[in-house]
């Protein structure tokens, strides 16, 4: 056989090689996840939740009952943290299910893979932190002025909005230091949480009467 006739055959074959190599899209190296800083953002995360659980209404007694700074517990607390957590899940398994926003340093290339295994936006901690702040703004601003005669407590400033305030914003920041989801995933996720926790905290502080009646007990049920 002449030379011709085998470069006629081994031309198709070269073709095809060419045109496969650049299709081959090589996958992204697997991205750094600082582990401590994921833990660190659970953290605050929980603590946040924990203390808009546990915060009692602090409110200045009504005019019938004895004036002063009273400050009762409402098992009834559990209503509006239970949806916020049904929420912050929701996030987690539904919404990011259906956004599809991947994380930093993953692609389709790479996901899933190690450190890309589910999806980051909106960030479902920063989501988390912030409910607990707005809702703990809610109950403050409606407790202070619908029941507390615009009077200002400094407990409550302290456990309704400074705590929340600085677990939101180390859970934001562990959240970007950790490389787990970029800057507009976590502001997204800020944000929708301050105004889910705002509405929830408003309306509870509205519905449920601060005091516990006139039997001067500690514990509403």
């Not at 200045?60 to 509006?80: F, I, M, N």
């Not at 899933?112 to 809702?135: D, I, V, W």
């Not at 029941?147 to 407590?153: A, E, F, I, Q, R």
Request: proline letters at 6%; one cysteine or more.
């Amino acid at each position: 056989m002449t030379r011709t006739p085998r470069c006629l055959l081994l031309a198709p074959a070269l073709l095809v090689l060419a045109a496969s190599s650049p299709a081959s899209a090589q996958a992204l190296p697997t991205p750094n996840r600082d582990q401590g800083w994921g833990v660190a953002s659970s953290v605050t995360v929980g603590a946040a939740g924990a203390i808009q659980l546990l915060m009692p209404r602090i409110f200045y007694s009504d005019p019938e009952a004895t004036v002063g700074w009273k400050a009762r517990w409402h098992v009834s607390q559990l209503a509006p943290v239970m949806t916020l957590t049904v929420l912050t899940l929701a996030n987690e398994y539904l919404v990011k299910g259906a956004l599809q926003d991947n994380r930093p340093g993953c692609d389709s290339s790479n996901t899933p893979g190690q450190n890309c295994e589910t999806y980051g936006g909106p960030s479902t901690h920063a989501f988390g932190a912030f409910a607990a702040l707005g809702h703990g703004a809610g109950v403050w601003l409606f407790d202070m002025t619908k029941w507390s005669n615009g009077k200002v407590n400094a407990l409550s400033v302290v456990g309704n909005l400074a705590l929340p305030l600085v677990l939101a914003g180390v859970t934001d920041g562990a959240r970007a230091a950790g490389n787990w989801e970029s800057a507009s995933q976590i502001l997204i996720g800020s944000l929708a949480g301050a105004v889910f926790g705002f509405v929830s905290g408003m309306t509870y502080s509205l519905m449920q009467r601060p005091e516990c009646g006139y039997t001067g007990s500690m514990i509403c049920w």
